[in-house]
């Protein structure tokens, strides 16, 4: 009897992964490595929003203001391969930070390295921000292919 509790024990944590990876919405694992990429930013956006109010914070809201500038930072992120020369600063009013990533073909494997590595998850949970948008930019050519930009602003 011990033993069959203890298995069951062991194997909470992996029924919890194999349930929230099949909670994830269809947009959110859709591939970006495709010419002309579509993400669905509001879909993307939900999933930052959902981690940073389990943080006790404030949910951010797409601005297109800052959209262009994060578009603009991953198309030059894609074109030169140097993330801090596009991204610093993206010159919008407000601006608190912004993160870059590259070769994750998805955005929920994009957040997941944002959110799995401190200095990035700090970014996300940046108290000062209520603003957002988030870019994508696929380039064949280019060493990573896929580029991601996350731009914050209060």
């Not at 600063?89 to 944002?114: I, M």
């Not at 949970?125 to 603003?131: Q, R, Y």
């Not at 696929?138 to 292919?145: H, K, P, Q, R, V």
Request: net charge positive; glycine share 6%; charged share 15%.
């Amino acid at each position: 009897m011990r033993k069959l509790l203890l298995g069951l024990v062991l194997m909470l944590p992996l029924a919890a992964c194999t349930t929230m990876t099949s909670q994830l919405p269809a947009a959110l694992t859709a591939r970006m490595d495709t010419n002309n990429p579509q993400l669905d930013r509001q879909a993307a956006l939900n999933l930052i929003n959902q981690y940073r109010t389990a943080n006790g914070l404030n949910m951010l809201t797409l601005d297109a203001n800052v959209q262009v500038k994060a578009q603009d930072a991953a198309v030059a992120y894609a074109k030169n391969g140097n993330s801090q020369a596009a991204t610093k600063p993206l010159n919008v009013p407000g601006e608190t930070a912004s993160l870059t990533s590259a070769g994750y073909a998805t955005f929920a494997d994009t957040f997941s390295g944002w959110r799995n590595s401190t200095k990035d998850s700090k970014v996300l949970l940046n108290p000062f921000a209520s603003k957002a948008a988030i870019a994508v930019h696929y380039d064949a050519n280019s060493t990573y292919g896929t580029y991601w930009v996350l731009g914050l602003a209060k």
